[in-house]
C-alpha cells in the first residue's frame, strides 16, 4: 500500500461547478499537507499549504485537512476551463526532514 | 523574481550512455530535491540536499543514479548506463531554510532509446 492515495480519475465537469479532490494517507507522522497544480508538461505548481488538521481558504480554493481520518481535500469553487490541470496531493513530516511524499495525481477536466 | 531553472529541457540518449541533469535553485533556498515522475505516476523522490551534503538519498534506485551539489547552489544528477525504465521526467525543487514549501522547476524529459 503507497502511503499516499489519490484516485487518478480522469475527472471532466462542465464550468461553474464545484469539483473536490482528496486523498487519503497512512502515516500518522505526516503534517504538513499541500496541494498542487500541474500543467501539461509543466513542473508543478504550489497551489495550497496547511498545517496539522483544519481549513483554508484561498480565493476559489479551500483545502481541508482531517488527521483523524487521514483524509485530505481540495474544493474549486465555480470551476474555470484554466483550471483543468493534474491536482497532486503531497505531504510531509516536517520541516527538518526533508521529502514530499506525493499522490499519483487527479486528471482534471473543465470544460466550457 | 526567477524560479527553479533545470537544463536540458529534454535529452533523448541511447541504453548504456551516461546522462547528466543539472538544477539551478532559487537563490537562498538551501534545500534542494530531485524526483522523477513517469507516465501516469506520481512523484519519485531520489534524493535531497541541505546546503552540500545529502541526509537522505534512499530514493536513488541503483548505483547508476548519483548527484551532487556545489557551493551550496547548483546541482546535477548523474545516470550511468542508462536503461528504457530510466525514460521518465526528472524534476528539482528547492525549499528556504526550515520551510516544507518546495517550488518545482520544469523538469528534464529523458528519453532512453
Known amino acids: 500500500q503507497k502511503e499516499v492515495e489519490q484516485d487518478p480519475g480522469p475527472l471532466s465537469v462542465p464550468e461553474g461547478a464545484i469539483v473536490s479532490l482528496n486523498c487519503t494517507y497512512s502515516n500518522s507522522a505526516f503534517q504538513y499537507f499541500m496541494w498542487y497544480r500541474q500543467y501539461s508538461r509543466k513542473g508543478p505548481e504550489l497551489l495550497m499549504y496547511?498545517?496539522?488538521?483544519g481549513n483554508k481558504e484561498d480565493g476559489r480554493f479551500t483545502a481541508q485537512v482531517d488527521k483523524s481520518s487521514k483524509y485530505i481535500s481540495l474544493f474549486i469553487r465555480d470551476s474555470q476551463p484554466s483550471d483543468s490541470a493534474t491536482y497532486l496531493c503531497?505531504?510531509?513530516?516536517?520541516?527538518?526532514?526533508?521529502?514530499?511524499?506525493f499522490g499519483r495525481g487527479t486528471q482534471l477536466t473543465v470544460w466550457p | 523574481g526567477a524560479g527553479v531553472s533545470q537544463s536540458p529541457s529534454n535529452k533523448v540518449t541511447e541504453k548504456g550512455k551516461d546522462v547528466e541533469l543539472r538544477c539551478d535553485p532559487i537563490?537562498?533556498?538551501?534545500?534542494l530535491y530531485w524526483y522523477r515522475q513517469s507516465l501516469g505516476q506520481g512523484l519519485e523522490f531520489l534524493i535531497y540536499f541541505q546546503g552540500n551534503s545529502a541526509p537522505d538519498k534512499s530514493g536513488l534506485p541503483s548505483d547508476r543514479f548519483s548527484a551532487e551539489r556545489t557551493g551550496g547552489s547548483v546541482s546535477t544528477l548523474t545516470i550511468q548506463r542508462t536503461q528504457q525504465e530510466d525514460s521518465a521526467v526528472y524534476l528539482c525543487?528547492?525549499?528556504?531554510?526550515?520551510?516544507?514549501?518546495?517550488?518545482f522547476g520544469p523538469g528534464t524529459r529523458l528519453t532512453v532509446l
Open positions: 496547511t498545517y496539522s488538521s
Open positions: 525543487a528547492s525549499s528556504e531554510p526550515l520551510r516544507d514549501t518546495q517550488y
Open positions: 503531497a505531504m510531509s513530516r516536517g520541516s527538518t526532514l526533508g521529502r514530499l511524499y
Open positions: 537563490s537562498g533556498h538551501t534545500a
